[in-house]
């Protein structure tokens, strides 16, 4: 087909065109893209936050070990789509000169693997154990370009990661961005091709009819300027019907085209929308399960501002005090609790602000009826820029540990007391027979010097034991009671002992010995006294039997003859 010169312009206009809507798409695509990574990355941001809080907050209360934590934490966002579809969260802890990696690939399969640490740019995981929180492109340990969030967990020394690759971002945005500018070329062009195949003809008329006009100009040169005036404003009058036409068909294109872009975002946009609906949904039910979990704690738990105010509390914490939730928070320690309270708890949340460290305290609350004692662990509170918002607390109730160890060390005293001042030899060993407690009369009877036995080994103050005597002690410690009415001592300067012993085991817990108690009684004197009574009668005995004269012995009481000389 012969374009003639009006059409050949449309094409430029057409190109042009072409070009302008080509460069508005891909424009509005980047700020799109911009805007979409931002929200990639408040997501992932959001994702590693909860995750560090998570550990920071159970890990000592609930679980016994860091796997159990992790597991869990994979449990709960079983369904969690946020990531995407190949998104993962990890978390990692320094090894030596490598990185354990503790994952669930899309939340399903958990494993555990290490990789060197040695890289040369630097990764999500390497920035998260600087101990930073925040955001990167880069590649992770598996090579593949990722947006990714980090944070560290400063106890549990746990680095935290959440990615999603670059592809899965990229690919759709691009592929919808080529679709589009296809799209609407297809339109402008098949409009303006539609356009010349109806113009063109006519335009080839006039010009026909123009040179047939010419040709008799000599006979009709009155009549021809009449036509040439008529057909100038004919023309005239066609090309601004043209213009106008072409105006607006051009705007009624560009309406269409833009109009087409619209509803195509509009579509992306919806479908975004309820994709991030649903993502908020699952986020809220797992914040619910969380939430349910801590108010159901036995352990008090806390979060409060910088000015010491209460920002929340579980249920625990509110019974303790003995305000409801809605009464507490807004308000400070000092106008809930004892002034000597508020002031220990003030002075130790001052030292976590001051170190931004992980502590464990022991704190006190008196209540209307009696002193309750608390094992605390206290953390500081900082956003996801590392900024510090506040300070959160977990205390555990330890009042009846605490007042059975009291009345342990009070009874400890006293068993003590009692057996310094008994008026037998006593003494208290622990299961390594080293010295608890002995009596004034244990150290008399034995030599012993007046210094301070308590923590030496009883070996070490009689080395001459025997293996035979040790051996005793082990049965008792092992439960047997044991006991000697009369046993050779002899002591390390050859000097002779006669000891009358009993050894019983004592008891820390009902089925745990704790060590030996020893009674014992030095009777050396009677046992000589003895063996004197015995030594004299048999000499009398030898005199009596060889004595020439005749005698013998007569038992007043039962009358009889009890022996005489033969």
Request: proline share 3%; with cysteine.
């Amino acid at each position: 087909m012969k374009l003639v010169f009006h059409n050949k312009r449309i094409l430029l206009l057409t190109a042009i065109m072409i070009f302008a809507i080509s460069a508005i798409t891909v424009l509005s695509f980047i700020v799109l893209y911009k805007n979409n990574i931002e929200i990639i990355y408040n997501r992932l941001t959001d994702i590693v936050t909860r995750e560090k809080i998570a550990i920071s907050i159970l890990s000592d209360s609930v679980f016994e070990n860091e796997e159990q934590l992790i597991k869990y934490l994979y449990a709960v966002r079983e369904n969690d789509l946020t990531l995407g579809i190949a998104g993962e969260l990890l978390f990692a802890k320094m090894s030596g000169d490598s990185i354990e990696y503790l994952i669930s690939k899309n939340n399903t399969e958990f494993k555990r693997f290490k990789i060197a640490k040695n890289f040369s740019e630097p990764t999500p995981i390497m920035k998260s154990f600087e101990g930073e929180t925040g955001t990167i492109k880069a590649k992770d340990y598996t090579g593949i370009p990722v947006y990714a969030a980090y944070s560290y967990v400063p106890k549990q020394k746990i680095g935290i990661v959440a990615k999603i690759p670059v592809s899965e971002i990229r690919g759709p945005l691009q592929r919808s961005m080529h679709l589009i500018l296809l799209l609407s070329s297809l339109v402008i062009i098949l409009a303006v091709w539609g356009f010349i195949r109806i113009t063109n003809p006519l335009m080839y008329e006039l010009l026909d009819h123009k040179n047939k006009l010419q040709v008799k100009n000599e006979e009709y040169y009155s009549l021809i300027e009449e036509l040439k005036q008529s057909n100038q404003e004919l023309k005239l009058s066609k090309e601004d019907l043209v213009k106008n036409q072409y105006t607006i068909q051009s705007q009624n294109e560009e309406y269409a085209s833009i109009n087409e872009e619209y509803h195509a975002l509009n579509k992306e946009l919806s479908q975004a929308n309820h994709e991030l609906s649903r993502s908020y949904a699952k986020t809220a039910r797992s914040e619910k399960i969380f939430t349910d979990m801590v108010d159901n704690s036995d352990s008090l738990i806390y979060m409060m501002n910088l000015d010491g105010v209460f920002i929340n509390l579980n249920n625990k914490t509110a019974n303790v005090i003995g305000y409801s939730k809605d009464e507490i928070i807004g308000k400070k320690r000092e106008d809930l609790m004892p002034e000597e309270a508020a002031k220990q708890h003030f002075e130790n949340d001052q030292r976590i602000l001051k170190t931004l460290q992980n502590e464990i305290f022991e704190e006190t609350l008196r209540n209307e009826h009696t002193t309750l004692f608390f094992n605390t662990t206290k953390f500081p509170l900082i956003n996801p820029n590392g900024e510090l918002y506040g300070i959160a607390g977990i205390s555990t109730d330890i009042t009846e540990k605490k007042l059975n160890e009291l009345e342990l060390i009070k009874s400890e005293r006293t068993i003590k007391l009692f057996i310094q001042h008994a008026p037998a030899a006593i003494a208290m060993f622990d299961t390594q027979m080293r010295y608890i407690a002995c009596s004034n009369r244990f150290i008399k009877d034995y030599h012993l010097p007046t210094h301070n036995l308590i923590g030496k080994s009883h070996y070490e103050i009689f080395p001459e034991i025997t293996d035979e005597l040790k051996t005793l002690h082990n049965r008792c410690l092992q439960g047997e009671i044991l006991k000697n009415s009369e046993d050779k001592f002899v002591r390390e300067n050859g000097d002779v002992d006669w000891v009358k012993w009993e050894i019983h085991p004592w008891y820390e817990s009902e089925n745990e010995i704790g060590g030996i108690l020893f009674f014992s009684e030095v009777i050396t004197q009677q046992k000589q006294a003895e063996l004197r009574i015995r030594e004299s009668e048999r000499k009398f005995r030898f005199l009596f039997e060889n004595n020439p004269l005749p005698m013998w012995t007569f038992d007043i009481h039962e009358y009889v003859y009890k022996g005489h000389t033969p």
